[in-house]
């Protein structure tokens, strides 16, 4: 069974940095695409960022574009979402998942989440 788990959200001010990691257990990451996602109340689930399976290709939500920077360490068997110069409009529940497609389309697995809040 594909599992994984988010870890590092929290609480912060506005410029202030996080840094989200995803962990797989139960089976390789280096297989997948692996994308963070986010949801804000009220608002559609939309896509933060992207990593293909061994990180030729990484995509950005143009809202985070030079804030935000993804990685993976396969060897780990992990995914980290560096996010700096955070802003309000930047809290939602972070999601990450595993995609068999490039660009992160048509998850096949996904975490739990972990709340991302940004304070003015």
């Known amino acids: 069974q594909l599992q994984l788990v988010e870890s590092g959200g929290g609480l912060v001010q506005a410029g202030e940095s996080l840094r989200l990691s995803c962990a797989a257990s139960g089976f390789s990451l280096e297989h997948y695409a692996i994308g963070w996602f986010r949801q804000a109340p009220g608002k559609e689930r939309e896509g933060v960022s992207c990593i293909s399976s061994f990180g030729g290709s990484i995509t950005y939500a143009d809202s985070v574009k030079g804030r935000f920077t993804i990685s993976r360490d396969n060897a780990k068997n992990t995914v980290t979402l560096q996010m700096n110069s955070l802003k309000p409009e930047d809290t939602a529940i972070y999601y990450c998942?595993?995609?068999?497609?490039?660009?992160?389309?048509?998850?096949?697995?996904w975490g739990q989440g972990t709340q991302v809040t940004v304070s003015p």
């Open positions: 998942a595993a995609s068999r497609w490039r660009l992160c389309q048509t998850p096949v697995s």
